[in-house]
């Protein structure tokens, strides 16, 4: 079993930054590809960035060059590095496994982009 935890989570101004993580329990993590998805209000969650369990990934046409997500398996966390932030990039953001699981669901952690 998997347990993940998101924070980094805030309030920034269009075209700051913010760095989130994931912090995973359970030796499996090291195997699973992992992804970051997002739920604005009144949308469908949707998956932004992917990383396999050897380190490649992939993102979403709405943030790939701004966002990089990396994992450190030694310390079993999932980070996402956002650049350029947008209003619309305002959601709960969660980490899950790539496909999610629905037991691994978290609380997420609420990005908010306005000036």
């Known amino acids: 079993q998997v347990q993940l935890v998101e924070s980094g989570g805030g309030l920034v101004q269009p075209g700051g930054s913010l760095r989130l993580s994931c912090a995973a329990s359970?030796?499996?993590?090291?195997?699973?590809?992992m992804g970051w998805y997002r739920q604005a209000p009144g949308k469908q969650r949707e998956l932004v960035a992917s990383?396999?369990?050897?380190?490649?990934?992939n993102y979403s046409d709405s943030v790939k060059g701004r966002f990089t997500i990396s994992r450190n398996n030694a310390k079993i966390t999932v980070y996402l590095q956002m650049n350029s932030l947008k209003p619309e990039d305002t959601a709960v953001y969660y980490c899950?496994?790539?496909?999610?699981?629905?037991?691994?669901w978290g609380q997420g952690t609420q990005v908010t982009v306005s000036s």
């Open positions: 899950n496994t790539k496909p999610p699981r629905a037991g691994y």
């Open positions: 990383i396999t369990s050897g380190g490649r990934t």
């Open positions: 359970g030796s499996s993590f090291r195997i699973y590809d």
